[in-house]
């Protein structure tokens, strides 16, 4: 099945600091999302973005279908950015399940 | 804004007990989710649903059962607790004409004793 691969693992930054955070899949997909979960375990929904960039406000993501990989950007990072960023993705064929990454921790500190 | 809704956060539940977990969505969702999370595992797909009365076996189906008798109610069940369903519980929901864009409610933390 496809695989995916985030990195880093772990993210420590000082506040105001920017980062990449990372998606690798190994197959061809048709769907990718980036979630955040907070420290208490909410997820979040940040992008939908199979393709292309988008940004909402501090946060940016951009996806390369054609070589696999998804890059999520957060400037000026604040303490509440932290927790844990996951990415997914549906495989092909139509089938309805959604693949995680491990996740990146990231912690952000003032 | 879509809202999925969990009606435990917490639970702690003796070892053989009959477990109840229900999800709610107020979007008119198809598709419906239950994942467990753990340490080191990451999420992991226990069923999913695409319609009433539909159901799918996801990774991990073993030792749970769903049960979708109306489109927004989503129920996980475990029919006899053991410790090793100690875990946080998300329900999700996504349409299927919106690019499959999921939503997940809070969690259940559940812990069996």
């Known amino acids: 099945g496809i695989q995916v691969e985030q990195s880093p693992p772990d993210l420590i930054l000082q506040e105001g600091a920017n980062s990449t955070l990372r998606c690798n899949f190994s197959d061809s997909v048709n769907n990718l999302q980036w979630f955040h979960q907070n420290p208490w375990g909410q997820l979040i929904n940040l992008f939908y973005?199979?393709?292309g960039t988008k940004q909402n406000g501090r946060l940016s993501a951009t996806t390369v279908a054609t070589e696999r990989y998804s890059l999520l950007y957060i400037s000026s990072s604040q303490t509440t950015d932290s927790g844990v960023y996951f990415c997914?993705?549906?495989?092909?064929?139509?089938?309805?399940?959604?693949?995680f990454g491990a996740g990146t921790r990231l912690a952000v500190h003032p | 804004d879509v809202k999925v809704t969990q009606s435990s956060r917490y639970l702690v539940k003796r070892t053989g007990e009959k477990v109840f977990l229900e999800c709610v969505q107020d979007?008119?969702?198809?598709?419906m989710f239950w994942y467990r999370q753990d340490p080191g595992l990451g999420l992991r797909l226990i069923y999913f649903?695409?319609?009433?009365?539909?159901?799918e076996k996801g990774d991990i189906p073993e030792g749970y059962s769903v049960s979708r008798e109306k489109k927004e109610r989503f129920s996980l069940i475990l029919e006899s607790a053991s410790t090793n369903q100690t875990s946080m519980y998300l329900c999700?929901?996504?349409?299927?004409?919106?690019?499959?864009?999921?939503?997940f409610g809070e969690g259940s933390w559940l812990t069996v004793v």
């Open positions: 649903s695409y319609d009433v009365k539909m159901k």
């Open positions: 997914a993705v549906f495989g092909s064929g139509g089938y309805n399940k959604l693949i």
């Open positions: 973005i199979p393709s």
């Open positions: 999700a929901s996504s349409d299927r004409d919106s690019g499959n864009t999921i939503y």
């Open positions: 979007m008119d969702h198809e598709n």
